[in-house]
T-cell receptor, first 113, second 115 residues
Framework: GENVEQHPSTLSVQEGDSAVIKCTYS??????FPWYKQELGKRPQLIID?????GEKKDQRIAVTLNKTAKHFSLHITETQPEDSAVYFC????????????FGRGTSLIVHP | DGGITQSPKYLFRKEGQNVTLSCEQN?????MYWYRQDPGQGLRLIYY???????QKGDIAEGYSVSREKKESFPLTVTSAQKNPTAFYLC??????????????FGSGTQLSVL
């Protein structure tokens, strides 16, 4: 099955800095890569996703890049703000019989004012 | 926050007791999922259901059971066989399994603790 590794587990930045979270996946047939944000005490919510036919996708201050050859994808947050503080999960969804995404272990992002 | 509702928010289990966590959605979604969240472990899949009266084991199904008698409801029972049940449990749903329907909508979770 799919295996997703996520790094770092904790990331601390100053407000205004950029933050990058990286994930690798094992199944070369995976074709959908979502990112979820979970603020403290709240439910995870999808913030951005990318499909395997696209190399990069941007939405305001967040962007995701995908390198299919290396089987890794990254979340980039620019001009970080304290409200970006949360746990971020990457996931990869393969093809075949199961359409269930496999999640990484999460990255706790702390943005210091 | 509407759409998918979990209850209770906090639940305590005694030794040898089975407890049931509720998950209800009014999004008309076909697929529903249960995840367990432990610190540093990410989201691990317990069970999922693609359609009424059908469900499949996830990665950590041992000690858990589910039912899917109605499209709207997917309760999770944590049995006495689950020796380490303390965790945060998240229910989720999605429109279906097709390529355009992968977005997961999560409930607000249930924190289960052992007395």
């Amino acid at each position: 099955g799919e295996n997703v590794e996520q790094h770092p587990s904790t990331l601390s930045v100053q407000e205004g800095d950029s933050a990058v979270i990286k994930c690798t996946y094992s199944d070369s047939a995976s074709n959908y890569f979502p990112w979820y944000k979970q603020e403290l005490g709240k439910r995870p919510q999808l913030i951005i996703d990318i499909r395997s036919n696209v190399g990069e996708k941007k939405d305001q201050r967040i962007a995701v890049t995908l390198n299919k050859t290396a089987k890794h994808f990254s979340l980039h947050i620019t001009e970080t703000q304290p409200e970006d503080s949360a746990v971020y999960f990457c996931a990869a969804k393969g093809t075949g019989g199961s359409y269930i995404p496999t999640f990484g272990r999460g990255t706790s992002l702390i943005v210091h004012p | 926050d509407g759409g998918i509702t979990q209850s209770p928010k906090y639940l305590f289990r005694k030794e040898g007791q089975n407890v049931t966590l509720s998950c209800e959605q009014n999004l008309n979604h076909d697929a529903m999922y249960w995840y367990r969240q432990d610190p540093g472990q990410g989201l691990r899949l317990i069970y999922y259901s693609q359609i009424v009266n059908d469900f499949q084991k996830g990665d950590i199904a041992e000690g858990y059971s589910v039912s899917r008698e109605k499209k709207e409801s997917f309760p999770l029972t944590v049995t006495s066989a689950q020796k380490n049940p303390t965790a945060f449990y998240l229910c989720a749903s999605s429109r279906g399994q097709a390529a355009t329907n992968e977005k997961l909508f999560f409930g607000s979770g249930t924190q289960l603790s052992v007395l």
